[in-house]
């Protein structure tokens, strides 16, 4: 199936660095999201955009919505130990998620 | 809310048995997606319900596979025969409506087929 492009694959840090991830696509979507998952639980919804060009924030999270609708990225600031884990971008038209590839994130103390 | 149920959390089972998926989505969301994660293949999406009407299984691998969504509160994937190339996580999401994007997932069920 369609799946989105994340770079990069896998990341290792050092807690308190800064992170950014983005997700891109061949196709326009309406909606782009950001999940996160840790080991052996479903993905948790982070932070959702719905207009061109919207930057959001939550907490030490910011992700922004493409100006072009093809592209979207996610920034993590001052990471901590908890931040560990796949961090996958979703993509919506009509009626489907279509999620990326997945950033797996590792961050050292 | 608990949340979408998924059971059972964990499955081992031999190569041609039936297997049965279990979720709940949470109350009052009236959408329901099945999804499929593996290493090679990331989450596919396997079909969707909205309303309990299947919309949309184009992602569903093969005949084995079938889902079903008797009510508002619970679906179930069925396998069978299973394979070992079954062996997944697989994850229940539902979203308020058709129209709304935010999907919150279950904890997914991990199956095994030796």
């Known amino acids: 199936g369609q799946q989105l492009n994340q770079s990069p694959q896998s990341m290792f840090i050092q807690e308190g660095e800064d992170v950014s991830m983005n997700c891109t696509s061949s196709?326009?979507?309406?909606?782009w999201l950001w999940y996160k998952q840790d080991p052996g639980e479903g993905p948790v919804l982070l932070i959702a955009?719905?207009?061109?060009?919207e930057l959001t924030s939550n907490g030490r999270l910011t992700a922004q919505f493409g100006i072009t609708r093809k592209d979207s990225f996610l920034n993590i600031s001052a990471s901590i130990p908890s931040d560990v884990g796949i961090y996958f971008c979703?993509?919506?038209?009509?009626?489907?998620?279509?999620f990326g590839t997945g950033t797996r994130l590792q961050v050292f103390p | 809310d608990a949340g979408v149920i998924q059971s059972p959390r964990h499955e081992v089972t031999e190569m041609g048995q039936e297997v049965t998926l279990r979720c709940k989505p949470i109350?009052?969301?009236?959408?329901l997606f099945w999804y499929r994660q593996t290493m090679m293949r990331g989450l596919e999406l396997l079909i969707y319900?909205?309303?309990?009407?299947?919309?949309?299984d184009s992602g569903m691998p093969e005949d084995r596979f079938s889902a079903k969504m008797p009510n508002a509160s619970f679906s179930t994937l069925k396998i069978q025969p299973s394979e070992p190339r079954d062996s997944a996580v697989y994850f229940c999401?539902?979203?308020?409506?058709?129209?709304?994007?935010?999907?919150?997932f279950g904890q997914g069920t991990r199956l095994t087929v030796v």
């Open positions: 196709s326009i979507f309406n909606t």
């Open positions: 319900f909205n309303n309990n009407v299947p919309i949309d």
């Open positions: 109350s009052g969301h009236n959408s």
């Open positions: 979703a993509g919506h038209n009509t009626d489907k998620l279509i």
């Open positions: 955009l719905y207009k061109a060009g």
């Open positions: 999401a539902s979203s308020l409506n058709r129209g709304n994007t935010e999907a919150f």
